[in-house]
């Protein structure tokens, strides 16, 4: 059973034996390419993305939506009743499949008795501190902080650090809330200047 995790990059450094047993007590929600949820959809449960991309979006004042973080295979969407984030406003915000996905959520019970063991409460600690606290910080910072290259460089850069199959122009322009025209033009420019940052073909 425990298998069914063993590339995982959250569940991988855990014991076979907690892998099994996260794997007997978890179900897997599938969701297509380009639907939207609702971050409240995994309110109270502790859930992974075991397959796909899944990209958090909010709202600004005058409604318009922009990109605020990425998750690729092994990212933790939910700590569920863990950690108490549920009160916090970002709590509402929208997540976009931007490929076919796969969510495992599993059972908050047995996940409770799991957090107090040492070995998985650093796993998912440690998957915090990565995907929620420092990807998301240079996310921000790249793409909201900087000029189209920086943006689009680094939305290149993680898709092939993440495996993440190529994507469109108009999905890369999303994740960097950039124009279409402006991410062609610039991946053009990355190609010449950078070309090890796209996939072998």
Known sequence: MANEFKDNPFFAPLPVSMRDRLCANCRFYRYAKGQRLNYRYWEQQVAVLEEGLLVFTDTDENGQMTTSGLSARGG????GPLIDIWGMPTADRDVLCFLDCTVAVFDTAVVQT???????????????????VAEKQEFLRCVGGHDSYTAVRYILDWCRKNQIPPLTHE?????????????TQTLHTILMREPELYPAS
């Open 76 to 79: 933790l969407i939910s700590p």
């Open 114 to 132: 799991l957090s107090k063991e040492l070995v998985f409460i650093r796993a998912l600690y440690d998957n915090i501190l990565q995907h929620c």
């Open 171 to 183: 999905q890369m322009a999303a994740m960097c809330n950039r124009s279409r025209p402006t991410v």
